[in-house]
């Protein structure tokens, strides 16, 4: 493995990978980087899996 700089869309497949819960191993071996360098870019950069936004439960009514 070479030294080469995350980009863009290495980005991408990174948030797509952790929300698929592929190790840091996996997603390391894919892009072809040290499994150190994924772990540094997701602290780095708090990359979280894409996980779709729930909405909030309603507010109970204040009927007396």
Excluded: W
């Amino acid at each position: 493995m070479s030294f080469r700089h995350i980009n863009a869309e290495d980005r991408t497949i990174i948030e797509i990978l952790i929300s698929e819960q592929r190790t840091k191993s996996y997603i390391a071996r894919r892009l072809g980087v040290n499994c150190s360098t994924i772990v540094r870019e997701i602290e780095r950069n708090q990359i979280k899996p894409k996980v779709k936004a729930m909405k909030p439960p309603p507010k109970p009514s204040k009927s007396l």
